[in-house]
């Protein structure tokens, strides 16, 4: 019997890796979809091999669930993934990087008046990006009670550095060239922030907002863990592990995978949209 | 050596910001407790005091400021009770205490580095495979850079809990989940890294007539050292937040995450900030380190001028 499993699994991998490793050599492979293809064939040979091992060796649910009871759940449970997708996403995360986002903005502007200041929060601010700033999530949680607002802020703090260190070092990232021409068109400070700084500065703005989004997510989830309401990602993910409800737990991540992905994109969107001219969006 | 006034004046507005609003932060709880100590605090009762705001209390009790900075449990510590928190528990206490931070600091340290270096080994093994191999970079690398997209972190409870089902405990499952953390920033860097030589000078060792083994050592490999860095840098601070979150569900017994559990549920701030302080300096240490190994090593390269 498991003989028959192994033997079973290694033929999936195998197959799979069979076509893609033609289709990856063959002549096609700088086609558009061969390239979505080949990773998406390698996810569902993954997906293969665990489902008919986790069926072949009956492993315990409790242990590690089939995909398709995963699938399953994801699909019955719909509206509770929901309203924990809204509470933590939602409120949680996004709110906090609204307003990470825009404080970090407003200091970068700000300390971008003086070089003595950029020079201090450079170093200062990629310190405190490294530090392991979950952890004030208790802290928030006692200040802030458990509902979002706790969330919200430590999502806050957490992206405020990333930003912050990356619009500074991006509204520096202008030539003393530029800087003169505007100086000869009689531009003062706003006119030059809005028309050479900012602009020349989004690549760095965006490549700190990309970052971020992951760091929210993350923030988000795991706050929740330090007390939260009967309701989010993080709230279900730790009780649904008590519960040894694996199959929740997993459906949880798989939205937290996607939610993760799209505001990824739709940064990266946002970014291919405003920083057409640089040249590692040019086609 | 231009930067060490700005720095330090960023860090003293921080301080500032910080001792200044542990006054109105405490100043409640202050005037709760002086007034259960028998003096005078106008309003004079906990009633009336809530619809006051705190700066608004604290101009009206100027003599209870003081008090503010003073306070047992309270909800913003000042720097000195963090500060000597900090020095009693890491220098005062024996090391094998279980109050001592170096000693909590060592379980969630140890759980760091062996799963950064398992995590490492692994990301570096895979970004060879990728750049070698083209149906595994075709298949593998999209999802290697999606995951940098997601919350791994959300794994966390589940793994530990599914180690333990299966018998694994101890610094195992904090180690694997510092390990997933630190293996795909390796294997994004080691892989741009890896292809980071161009053409002229792949070229060049073909016309040394040089072996595919020779053009990974003598080339591939020294030029990737450079991001190889920027991803361990990035991987260990992943590492350590990986381990002390891996502490949190579980109910750990020791480690920074218990100390800041323990702080939280027996509602001493003052552990959980000095917790909280703690690993913060033990992440700034690592990356520190890793910042002073790359420096020694791309000098000796002669990657940088010295």
């Known amino acids: 019997m498991i003989w028959l499993a192994i033997i079973g699994a290694l033929l999936i991998w195998a197959v799979g890796w069979f076509i893609n490793a033609q289709l990856a050599n063959s002549a096609l492979s700088a086609r558009r979809w061969v390239q979505v293809l080949v990773p998406v064939l390698f996810g569902v040979t993954i997906l293969l091999m665990w489902e008919w091992l986790v069926r072949m060796l009956e492993v315990n649910a409790v242990i590690l669930p089939p995909p398709s009871a995963i699938a399953v759940r994801l699909a019955n449970e719909f509206p509770r993934l929901w309203v924990d997708f809204e509470q933590t996403i939602i409120k949680g995360a996004m709110t906090g990087y609204v307003i990470g986002a825009c404080a970090a903005f407003a200091v970068a502007i700000l300390a971008d008046r003086s070089p003595f200041l950029t020079r201090g929060i450079l170093p200062v601010g990629g310190f405190m990006a490294a530090l392991p700033i979950v952890g004030t999530a208790p802290i928030f949680v006692k200040w802030l009670g458990s509902d979002w607002q706790s969330k919200a802020a430590v999502v806050g703090v957490m992206v405020f550095f990333p930003i912050l260190v990356n619009t500074v070092a991006g509204l520096r990232d202008t030539t003393s060239m530029q800087r003169d021409l505007m100086r000869t068109y009689g531009a003062g400070y706003w006119v030059s922030l809005f028309k050479l700084r900012l602009p020349a500065a989004m690549p760095f703005i965006f490549n700190g907002l990309k970052v971020a989004t992951t760091l929210a997510l993350i923030g988000a989830i795991v706050a929740e863990f330090f007390g939260s309401p009967t309701v989010g990602m993080g709230f279900r993910i730790s009780t649904s592990v008590g519960q040894l409800a694996l199959d929740m737990v997993w459906a949880e991540i798989v939205i937290a995978a996607i939610a993760g992905s799209t505001f990824y994109g739709l940064m990266a969107w946002i970014e291919a949209r405003v920083t057409f001219w640089h040249p590692s969006q040019r086609k | ?306």
């Open chain 2, 1 to 306: 050596m231009k930067s060490v006034l700005p720095v330090l004046t960023v860090v003293g507005v921080i301080m500032l910001v910080w001792v200044v609003s542990v006054v109105p932060m405490n100043m409640h709880l202050t005037a709760d407790q002086a007034q259960r100590d028998g003096l005078a605090v106008t309003p004079d009762t906990p009633a009336a005091r809530q619809n006051v705001s705190s700066v608004a209390l604290a101009l009206k009790n100027t003599h209870l400021i003081g008090a503010t900075y003073g306070l047992e449990r309270p909800r913003l510590p000042s720097p000195h009770q963090v500060g000597a928190e900090l020095w009693d528990t890491v220098f005062d206490k024996k090391i094998t205490s279980r109050r001592s931070l170096v000693y909590h600091g060592w379980v969630t340290l140890s759980a760091t580095l062996l799963g950064f270096a398992i995590g490492t080994g692994l990301g570096i093994l895979l970004a060879v495979g990728i750049v070698y191999n083209k149906a595994m970079d075709m298949s593998v690398m999209p999802w290697a850079i999606a995951s940098q997209t997601i919350p791994i972190l959300a794994l966390a409870p589940m793994i530990i809990v599914m180690l333990g089902a299966i018998g694994v405990q101890g610094i195992l499952p904090k180690a694997i989940i510092s390990a997933y953390l630190s293996f795909f920033p390796v294997v994004v860097g080691m892989v741009k890294g890896l292809r980071s030589p161009d053409g002229m000078q792949l070229d060049l060792l073909r016309t040394y007539n040089a072996s595919g083994a020779q053009g990974f050592w003598k080339l591939r490999l020294p030029a990737s050292v450079p991001y190889l860095f920027a991803s361990l840098k990035i991987g260990i601070s992943a590492s350590l937040v990986g381990a002390i979150v891996a502490e949190l569900p579980t109910g750990a017994r020791a480690g920074f995450g218990a100390r800041m559990l323990v702080g939280d549920q027996y509602g001493q701030p003052i552990v959980t900030w000095a917790a909280l302080f703690a690993a913060a300096i033990t992440a700034a240490a690592l990356v520190g380190l890793f910042s002073l190994l790359e420096r020694l090593t791309l000098r000796r390269m002669g990657m940088v001028q010295a």
